[in-house]
Structures are given as structure tokens and as C-alpha cells.
């Protein structure tokens, strides 16, 4: 018996040097050292054995185990090293190339993309873009834009005031200063002192005026905030402002550059048109309009159906404009805006209703969602 153990751990001995991989070297610990192996029927055979045999067998029984297990063990690491080895160089990595597949590119949202569109365009017609404080002073929202103590959008439904304790005493103080010198505004009234979140990007028009003398062109997009919320309307929205103020600007002025922004944006072959309006700031006022872009401005479309978009009448709403108040740059008067010397225009639009109509996104909130799906379907 002791013969034959030998003679098993010497083939297997053999096969186990000889195994080429790490699956045909597990085969052969199963096939030598597992439950039905022949060498471990020997050693649980022992107690069978004549008792002068069982010493001898067990004995050299166990040693052969042993060395078989530590071939075993010895010749797996020889065989994960070499197999690790050959993997490394067969997948080998460029670390220096880009991932593949390429990460998904973003792009500008389309809000981002809308207000740029527009700036470029201003700024092909000359205009200066500047931005503003989103928190602002009373004085530059409501009075110096010549809005009266009790009108409506000072009201606390419409506007978002904010604590006077979150400005600085020196910005109070500028605020204060501002007041006293600006024109039939008087001194600065309690209401003035008061913050609020921007109902309009306007107030830029008395800042900027402010810190520069007139010839000035001007265009300040930012966001502004309304107690507003819809399927048209949100809480915070972005708006652009325009200003454009020198000697011999009239409405005819007003009128060809909104035709140049408005096909810049929609494209060429839109018309403009105003019509009479009110803003407190500007006198007088309109609100402009673009030819339709989806019936050109017949109100039906191809199949004699009615549009949809500008709901049958071939025009669709844009925003307000006027030319500015003499009011207003009676607050501005000292930095050479006499309203009997010169004269200008403002107008304003939201972006994002310029951006549902480019895109034919139905619902102001689809901005605001940030759902990937409908995203990825203007990029």
C-alpha cells in the first residue's frame, strides 16, 4: 500500500508541474486530494488495514497529502502571477487617450443661450452690456423710475421686500445721498430706505446714467424677481433691459432697433409693430410685438387651420418699451441729462418668454425643472 501512495504522489506530482492554467490546476487538486481522490480512500481505509500496516500507511498517506497540497499551492501563485502578467500586457491602457466612449459634451442652457443671443445682438448694434445688484434699493426700483408712494407693484403682493439691515450703512448713506439730489424726488422718504429683491432690470437705467454722461447705449440682462407663478409666470425670471439715450433719438429710433433685435433673434423677414401702452418710466410707452414666425404673420397656417402660436392673429407680444420719462432723468440731472437737451428710449422683454417661443417650450417651468430629457433635445 505504501508503494502505491508513492507511486500517486509521483504522477501527481508530475501533472500538478505540469498544469498550464489555474482552472486544470483546480481539476487536479479535485482529482487528487478531494473526497472520492483515490489517495483519500487509502487514508480513510486505515482502520481496515492490518494493525502492523496502519502505522506505516497513515504515515506516508499524510506526508504525500501534504507535499501534494504544497505543490499545489506553490504552482497556483507561479500561475496567478503569470496569468496577471499576460493580462496587463493584453489590456494594457492609454491613460493619455480619452475615455471611450467620450463623456457626453454639455452645452449652455437654453436660458444661457437666449440671453447671449440677445447680447450679441446689442452689442453688434453698439450697446455696452452691464449687470446689476439683484438686491436693490427702493430708490433705484420705484422712485427714482418714477413710481409713486402707493403704486401697485410697491405693494408687498407683488414685490419681494427684503430687511433694510441686510445693506450696509455706507450703501444707505449713498442711497440717502442719491435721493436728496435727485431732482423733484425730494429727500429720501422712509419707503426709500427699504430693500427689495429687483422686480425689473430698470434700475440700472438711473445707475448707469449715474456714473456716465449721455451719449449712452446700453443693455442689462439679469435676473429679477416677482411674486408670480404659473405656467408663464416664476418667481424668478430673467429679463433685458435696453437703454439708449443722446440728443436726437426719437420713436422712430426705438422702432428700427427693435426690428434689428427682433430679427435677429426670430429671423429675418420679421416686422415689428407698437402699440399704445403705460409704464411709469417711460412716456410715451408701447409694447412691441414680432410678426409670427410660425403662420408669417397671415394667423393660419399651410393647411388653412388657425395658429396656435399667435392664436389667429399674426402677431405675438413681446415686451414694453417707450421713450424715457423726463422724470427719470430729473433724478439724473446733474450728470448732464436735461431732460430739455436730451432724450432716449428703454425697452425690456423676458428671456425666458423669448426662449419658449425660438424653442416651442409650452410651460415656463420646463426652464426650471432641470429634467435631462427635455434638455438634451436643444443641445
Known sequence: MVERIEQIEREAAEQIAAASGSAELEELRVTHLGRKAELTGILRGIAELPADQRGPVGKRGNEARQRLEALISERAAELDSAELESRLASDAVDVTLPGAPAPPVGHPHLISRTRRRIEDIM??????????????????????????????????????????????????????AAADGGGEGGAATPDEELVVLRTHTSPMQVRAMEAQEPPIFVVVPGKVYRRDSDATHSPMFNQVEGLAVA???????????LLEMLRGIFGEGRE????????????????????????DGSGSLADGSRCGLCKGVGWIEVGGAGMVDPNVFGFVAD?????????????????????????????????????????????
Open 247 to 257: 440728443e436726437d433719438i426719437t420713436l422712430a429710433d426705438l422702432q428700427g432697433t
Open 335 to 379: 450728470g448732464g441729462y436735461d431732460p430739455d437737451r436730451v432724450q432716449g428710449f428703454a425697452f425690456g422683454m423676458g428671456v425666458e418668454r423669448i426662449a419658449m417661443l425660438r424653442y416651442g417650450v409650452p410651460d415656463l417651468r420646463r426652464f426650471l425643472d432641470n429634467d435631462v430629457r427635455m434638455l438634451e433635445q436643444f443641445s
Open 123 to 176: 452689442v453688434g448694434l453698439g450697446y455696452r452690456v452691464l449687470e446689476g445688484p439683484e438686491v436693490e434699493l427702493d430708490y433705484y426700483n420705484f422712485t427714482a423710475l418714477n413710481h409713486p408712494p402707493g403704486h401697485p407693484a410697491r405693494m408687498s403682493q407683488d414685490t419681494f421686500y427684503v430687511a433694510p439691515g441686510s445693506l450696509t450703512q455706507a450703501a444707505m448713506s449713498a442711497a440717502r
Open 272 to 295: 415689428a409693430r407698437m402699440r399704445p401702452h403705460f409704464f411709469p418710466f417711460t412716456e410715451p410707452s408701447v409694447e412691441f410685438d414680432v410678426s409670427c414666425f410660425a403662420c
